[in-house]
């Protein structure tokens, strides 16, 4: 079983900060994980897929990077719309087991 | 664009089963799955178990297994996800989402005694 931790939990920062978020996989995952952003009473919304692919109408200030057990969102420059949780996120398998991370505060200073 | 829609919310005694229905709308592929994630207050995101519809094979997660059963239409397209033996620790917004990148709206149980 993959195991997801994100780091920091929480991640105090500005309006035009950038925000760089963690996630470590417990075993490789190549390059099968995805990042979701999620704001208080709504679902998961796609950020990235495919550890570096973004998601149909997410700016180009959100990047993916990473490969293996390693991996990191981050966010050039912070807009007051991006401060929400994001997890991390892998998928495997066919019907797909899915797996997430604790999740990533980001949280205005 | 495909657009997932639930049925609404639930109140439900300890002991009890909840059956929640999540309904696709516009067109899809023919091999799509769609998977069940719940989220408990406060709390992060937790994956039950996913189905292949058009061929009904399912799979579930193993903290769940043998409470959680997840069926599906294939036309109309639709999911089903009954959670049985209730308790209050299942309290929680229950999610269908096509492939992880189109998600329902979210259903919310709750469960007391």
């Known amino acids: 079983e993959i195991v997801l931790t994100q780091s920091p939990a929480t991640l105090s920062l500005s309006v035009g900060d950038r925000a760089t978020l963690s996630c470590r996989a417990s075993q490789s995952v190549s390059s099968s994980l995805a990042w979701f952003q999620q704001k208080p009473g709504q679902a998961p919304r796609l950020v990235v897929f495919?550890?570096?692919n973004r998601a149909t109408g997410i700016p180009a200030r959100f990047s993916g990077s990473g490969s293996g057990t390693d991996f990191t969102l981050s966010i050039s420059s912070l807009e007051p719309e991006d401060f929400a949780i994001y997890y991390c996120h892998h998928r495997s398998g066919w019907p797909p087991e899915l797996t997430f991370g604790g999740g990533t505060k980001v949280e205005i200073k | 664009q495909v657009q997932l829609v639930q049925s609404g919310a639930e109140v439900k005694k300890t002991g009890s089963s909840v059956k929640v229905s999540c309904k696709a709308s516009?067109?899809?592929?023919?091999?799509?799955?769609i998977s069940w994630v719940r989220q408990a207050p406060g709390q992060g995101l937790e994956w039950m178990g996913g189905?292949?519809?058009?061929?009904?094979?399912?799979n579930y997660a193993q903290n769940f297994q043998g409470r959680v059963t997840i069926t599906a239409d294939d036309s109309p397209r639709a999911a089903y996800m009954e959670l049985s033996s209730l308790r209050s620790e299942d309290t929680a917004i229950y999610y269908c989402t096509l492939g992880t990148s189109i998600w329902g709206q979210g259903t919310l149980v709750t469960v007391s005694s």
């Open positions: 495919d550890t570096s």
């Open positions: 516009g067109g899809t592929s023919s091999s799509y799955s």
């Open positions: 189905i292949i519809p058009v061929f009904g094979t399912a």
